[in-house]
């Protein structure tokens, strides 16, 4: 018997979302084991930059930024030596400093958004806590719910049940549900990360938390559509797919064209 989307198994879903569950749950684990596993005091309060790596060496090479000082007013960073002193993950185990690179290359680490356990401070802030949790939930979903649709859009759009989304297939707004569905996902991290930018607002480690779990739901969605959808497994047969409301893939005037 054919699932919905009239393919005989899901398999290869199945294994997309234990990957993206894996992954992230994996790290998200790691974040709260390595810091207690530890010795107190290991890493001490950080503060760098968001997608840069700061905390390899402790000093004079390319990797320090965030043990040089950053004192003044209104500059990004803190005198790292008034904050528990000097940090280069790169002097932890393997895979500690594994964890705490990935963190520093991808968060700001910014001490006074980010838990701290044993004595350390988290590799990463609370509200990458909330995405990287938020990306299991995604996974989850996909999971249990999504199946492979050929496109991306209407990969994303299976995790919803077609009998509610047949009126979007009628009117054709498949693009706007799917990644707009995503964008509205990721719309409380931007409105509460965005006020603090631009205000003198300043959000709560629990607001971080809790906003940056829809933002994950929806990481964990696209990047389990991305991979899923797949037209090969339909032989590169749109009239295969089946789509909620009988919609059908029919190939784009352009796509016709050139392939003329």
Request: glycine residues 10%.
């Given at each position: 018997m054919s699932s919905k989307n009239?393919?005989?198994?899901?398999?290869r879903e199945i294994k997309i979302a234990?990957?993206?569950?894996?992954?992230?749950?994996?790290?998200?684990?790691a974040a709260?084991?390595?810091?207690?596993?530890?010795?107190?005091?290991?890493?001490?309060?950080?503060?760098?930059?968001?997608?840069?790596?700061?905390y390899v060496w402790e000093e004079h090479s390319w990797g320090?930024?965030?043990?040089?000082?950053?004192?003044?007013?209104?500059?990004?960073?803190?005198?790292?030596?008034?904050?528990?002193?000097?940090?280069?993950?790169?002097?932890?185990?393997?895979?500690?400093?594994?964890i705490y690179g990935f963190?520093?290359?991808n968060c700001h680490q910014k001490h006074e958004r980010s838990f701290e356990i044993n004595g350390n401070q988290m590799p990463v802030c609370t509200r990458d806590i909330g995405i990287f949790a938020g990306i299991v939930i995604g996974g989850i979903i996909f999971r249990r719910?999504?199946?492979?649709?050929?496109?991306?859009?209407?990969?994303?759009?299976?995790?919803?049940?077609?009998?509610?989304?047949?009126?979007?297939?009628?009117?054709?707004?498949?693009?706007?549900?799917?990644?707009g569905g995503i964008a509205l996902l990721l719309l409380p991290t931007a409105l509460d990360g965005g006020l603090q930018a631009i205000t003198?607002?300043?959000?709560?480690?629990?607001?971080?938390l809790i906003t940056g779990s829809p933002m994950g739901i929806g990481i964990g969605l696209l990047f389990a559509g991305v991979f899923a959808a797949n037209p090969k497994q339909f032989d590169f047969d749109a009239s295969k797919v089946i789509l909620p409301a009988n919609a059908k893939l029919v190939p784009s005037i352009e796509a016709s064209s050139e392939e003329e």
């Open positions: 009239g393919l005989p198994e899901r398999q234990n990957w993206v569950i894996g992954l992230s749950l994996g790290y998200l684990l709260f084991i390595v810091p207690a596993l530890l010795p107190t005091g290991s890493v001490p309060e950080l503060s760098g930059r968001a997608n840069s790596l700061d320090d930024w965030g043990n040089e000082p950053h004192s003044e007013e209104g500059e990004m960073g803190h005198d790292q030596s008034q904050h528990g002193g000097k940090f280069a993950w790169s002097e932890l185990d393997l895979f500690s400093a594994f963190g520093d290359l719910l999504g199946v492979n649709r050929w496109t991306v859009r209407d990969t994303i759009i299976s995790v919803l049940p077609d009998e509610k989304v047949a009126p979007i297939y009628f009117n054709d707004r498949r693009f706007l549900l799917a990644f003198s607002y300043e959000s709560t480690n629990l607001k971080r």
